[in-house]
């Protein structure tokens, strides 16, 4: 079992950045793939971006390529995702998830789950 926290959500005015953290407990992060997440009502839960279970390779959405960072701290277990230059659309509940995933960008894959963080971007 994999509990997951997320913590750094917020308001705060376009251009401006946040950094989400996702505390993990039960098991080590390295042994999984994790990833970031976000959903808007009435829309599906859209992939972010995801790290690697190995730490080597991350992946990003089109979208935020160039804006956020996603990074993972082994010794805190803990996935950041550091967003700059947020813009309104960004606005979204966004969760962090981990699992054993061969294809990460896909939430469905996912079996742990944090509660989400509000992130909203005024104009």
């Known amino acids: 079992q994999v509990q997951l926290a997320e913590s750094g959500g917020g308001l705060v005015q376009a251009e401006g950045s946040l950094r989400l953290s996702c505390a993990a407990s039960?098991?080590?992060?390295?042994?999984?793939?994790t990833g970031w997440f976000r959903q808007t009502p009435g829309k599906e839960r859209e992939f972010v971006a995801a790290?690697?279970?190995?730490?080597?390779?991350?992946y990003a959405a089109d979208s935020i390529k160039g804006r956020f960072t996603i990074s993972r701290d082994n010794t805190k277990n803990t996935l950041y995702l550091q967003m700059n230059s947020l813009k309104p659309e960004d606005t979204a509940v966004y969760y962090c998830?981990?699992?054993?995933?061969?294809?990460?960008?896909?939430?469905?894959?996912?079996?742990?789950w944090g509660q989400g963080t509000q992130v909203t971007v005024s104009s």
């Open positions: 998830a981990a699992d054993r995933v061969a294809a990460i960008t896909i939430p469905s894959l996912y079996h742990y």
């Open positions: 039960g098991r080590t992060l390295s042994s999984y793939a």
């Open positions: 790290v690697s279970s190995g730490g080597t390779i991350t």
